[in-house]
């Protein structure tokens, strides 16, 4: 979709459509009250009859409006003044775009930026309304013969502001909540693609069609070859049982100083997690096909950032593979020594993601990274534990953890902060290895971070678990997209606020 700020009254639009919101009570926003005006009270006179109380969500559509200049004006209820909560506000924008959408709207002029919100500014609107309509057109239709029928017509939204003097910083919201958009995009896209075409080779192929795009991105990819010559012996285990052939893919995003320490991202890229011989019942296996949402995030991330030339560096580090119980697979007992040196008691394969994350990690220290991230759909525990709402996060060094779970908050992708205490190391003991790769039943998202950590001593690391805020299941499957925009978010901070924001 194509978006643009615009300025002017809203009775003077000449579009298809004209966006406007009504607060509960029939309380006109500023932008409906001036519609109301121009056509001398019509609008006024139509709610009256009951047709639209303001409720949140609730929509009129309303055609050639005496006095205004636009075919069509949509209403919408924000609910009550003063109680617009961030989720409300993507709620209405969502609401608006469906309605439009399904009304065959092509393009439209939106004056949702300039609703009042208690604790947000125009830039977070902006960014916001860019960002949900978005999310709300997107469909993964392109595995079907014919395209879905709800596919999007809305094709241009241009967002109205009231006071030019705010439009250099709204043009420059737009541009982020596009590159944002553009990221959690191709991180759908990547994880709603089934394990039969998102192979290993295919994640390193997308690496490769984004370093042909922006010429700051550089892509290396190794193959088995060299990941054994390495002795990466965790990931490789995990490989092992599969016949698609496992990549280690590493894209290098350089927008500062060669001096400047990167910001290191891990992604899980298990294309296809069956649990390996340690196999997973089969409900719902479909759904491991989303066991590469972490490595989804990272290129999504490095879209993102390569998009808006953020004047940082960035390694993106993605142990690809599937996890499947061939002949060949790793069985539980085995004990494999990682690139580290520990060696592993691998009590149960499925328990794949922390093996193959293991590695990665200890290979990011050739990148001297200031702090290093890892995502991954790690635990079903953190599913239990959180829900969809929340990404699992731990970390070994408190202010990374605070710039994290701020991001979060400002870019509505929003993480929780679990205990990484030192008391839950010892759930890994081993009679036989370093340790175990597993902790047993109780914290089991804890445990899994607990095992990351051991290889993150002396890395300032932070671990984001995405197993409950990935991709929603039922019959709204699909992927989320989650947690680019928490992470673009991070790395913004970084730039714009490196004294209190930039842990290390
Ligand atoms: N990819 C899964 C985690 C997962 C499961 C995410 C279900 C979302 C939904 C991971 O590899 C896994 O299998 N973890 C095990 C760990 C256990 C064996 C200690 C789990 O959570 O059951
Ligand atoms: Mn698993
Ligand atoms: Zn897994």
Not at 244 to 257: H, T
Not at 268 to 279: A, E, R, V, W, Y
Not at 401 to 429: I, N, T, V
């Amino acid at each position: 979709m194509e978006f643009t700020i615009i300025g002017g009254a809203p009775d003077k639009q000449r579009v298809p459509c004209v966006v406007a919101g009504v607060f509960d009570k029939r309380k006109l926003a500023e932008t409906a009250a001036q519609l109301d005006q121009a056509s001398h009270q019509y609008i006024r006179r139509i709610i009256k009859r009951g047709d639209l109380d303001g409720r949140c969500g609730q929509t009129l559509m309303l055609h050639q409006i005496p006095g205004t200049a636009a075919e069509r004006i949509l209403l919408i209820g924000c609910g009550p003044k003063n109680e617009l909560s961030d989720n409300k506000y993507r709620e209405i924008v969502a609401k608006a775009v469906t309605t439009l959408n399904d009304a065959g709207v092509t393009e439209a002029a939106s004056y949702l930026a300039e609703i009042p919100t208690p604790d947000r500014g125009l830039d977070w609107k902006v960014r916001q309304l860019v960002e949900t309509a978005e999310n709300t057109l997107y469909r993964f239709d392109r595995l079907k013969s014919k395209p879905d029928a709800s596919a999007a017509v809305l094709c241009s939204l241009r967002v109205a502001i009231a006071n030019p003097r705010d439009a250099s910083a709204a043009k420059e919201s737009l541009r982020e909540g596009r590159a944002i958009a553009a990221g959690v995009r191709l991180a759908k896209d990547l994880a709603n693609l089934p394990s039969n075409h998102c192979t290993p080779a295919y994640l390193a192929d997308e690496a490769r069609r984004l370093q042909k795009r922006y010429a700051a991105l550089k892509v290396e990819v190794l193959g088995v070859a060299q990941i054994k010559r390495l002795r990466m012996g965790a990931f490789l285990a995990v490989a092992r049982g599969s016949r698609e052939p496992p990549a280690l893919i590493i894209v290098q995003y350089r927008g500062a100083p060669a001096a400047q320490a990167p910001v290191a991202l891990v992604g899980k890229g298990i294309t296809f997690d069956s649990g390996g011989i340690s196999i997973k019942p089969a409900a719902a296996m479909d759904e491991m096909k989303y066991d590469m949402c972490g490595a989804a995030s990272v290129l999504g991330t490095l879209r993102a950032v390569a998009e808006l030339r953020l004047p940082i560096n960035l390694v993106g580090l993605i142990p690809a593979t599937e996890n499947m119980p061939g002949g060949n697979a790793v069985k539980p007992g085995d004990i494999v020594t990682s690139l580290s040196g520990q060696t592993i008691e691998i009590l149960n394969t499925d328990a794949e993601g922390r093996l193959v994350l293991c590695d990665t990690l200890t290979y990011s220290r050739r990148f001297k990274p200031g702090v290093v991230i890892d995502i991954a759909t790690l635990t079903g525990a953190c599913v239990v534990a959180l829900g969809q709402h929340a990404s699992g996060l731990l970390s070994n060094h408190e202010p990374l953890a605070a710039a994290l779970l701020a991001a979060g908050g400002r870019s509505g992708d929003r993480a929780w902060q679990l205990p990484l205490w030192e008391d839950y190391q010892k759930q890994l003991d081993s009679r036989f290895a370093d340790f175990a790769n597993v902790g047993g039943r109780e914290a089991g998202s804890i445990t899994a971070a607990c095992f990351l950590a051991r290889f993150a001593k002396d890395l300032k690391w932070a671990h984001l678990d995405i197993a409950g805020t990935a991709w929603r299941t039922g019959n709204k499957k699909g992927a989320t997209g989650r947690p680019v925009p928490l992470l673009v978010q991070f790395l913004l901070d970084r730039v714009r606020k490196p004294e209190d924001h930039a842990p290390g």
